[in-house]
């Protein structure tokens, strides 16, 4: 048996390629990757930075300025901001615009360094290793980071801890439709449906209402959540991004934006 690694319920199996397996939980929806592989940092490197996010800086960073748009009515007018998972700091570049104290963190070196050399403070441990003052941060944001980590709950309650009361943690990650999921269980047999799916990479598919089980605490509240379009890339001549585009055009893979408030004591 199966159990959700969340919620703690008994989960079934629903796609399955090659050494892959991906299980659904029955209580919360909540879909992962089983067993859960070791450390993805390799991917993350100079090439896959230069492919994905340095040669469409600006239209990633329009990406995220629409992004602002929705969430600047959740957050005060300026303050300390916490990114995680910063990559090149396209969103570190927005919010410094915006007048906001910031500080990001990421494991990948070239990342580390990429942002240095811009001139922020960026910190290079996993979140929950991270020794800052508790109560001290308006806000952190994760965006499309929190499918990608072995233990996504430890994330959440770091930066629960880091919050300042009635602080935002701001969260972007992927959403696959059960469509996608059914799609990739019967093209299985080509032996690249794992791709539509960004396995091993990403390890949760989370859905709203794994969400609504995750934020189920006094000390949290979900102030707003829905399921919103994902950058696309351009250059449709590459295999590969063609591929991954596909799923966002029909709109059977878009993100879930997620922002959680901490109470005020």
Not at 41 to 52: A, D, G, Q, S, V
Not at 57 to 71: A, S
Request: hydrophobic share 35%; with cysteine.
């Amino acid at each position: 048996m199966i159990y959700c690694p969340i919620c703690k319920n008994e989960s079934i199996l629903i796609w399955q390629e090659k050494k892959y397996r991906v299980y659904r939980c029955k209580n919360c929806t909540l879909s992962f990757l089983y067993p859960i592989p070791e450390s993805s940092l390799k991917i993350y490197n100079e090439t896959y930075f230069n492919n994905w996010y340095i040669k469409y800086y600006d239209e990633r960073k329009k990406h995220f300025e629409k992004l602002w748009g929705k969430i600047e009515k959740f957050i005060p007018d300026k303050g300390t901001l916490l990114d995680i998972g910063c990559g090149i700091g396209i969103f570190l570049d927005i919010a410094r615009e915006k007048k906001w104290n910031v500080y990001g963190q990421d494991i990948s070196s070239f990342s580390i360094d990429y942002c240095r050399n811009k001139g922020y403070i960026i910190y290079d441990k996993p979140l929950p290793e991270l020794n800052l003052p508790e109560n001290s941060i308006y806000v952190i944001t994760m965006f499309d980071v929190l499918a990608h980590l072995q233990n996504p709950m430890e994330y959440i309650e770091k930066a629960k801890r880091l919050l300042k009361p009635a602080g935002v943690l701001i969260i972007k990650t992927p959403f696959h439709s059960r469509f996608i999921f059914s799609l990739t269980k019967l093209l299985a047999f080509t032996g690249k449906s794992k791709t539509l799916l960004h396995v091993p990479a990403q390890i949760y598919h989370f859905t709203p209402q794994s969400f609504k089980n995750i934020i189920r605490s006094e000390e949290l509240s979900l102030l707003y959540l829905e399921k919103t379009q994902d950058f696309l890339k351009i250059g449709f001549k590459n295999p590969k991004i063609l591929l991954s585009n596909i799923p966002k055009l029909i709109k059977i893979e878009q993100s879930l934006l997620v922002i959680i408030k901490k109470q005020k004591k």
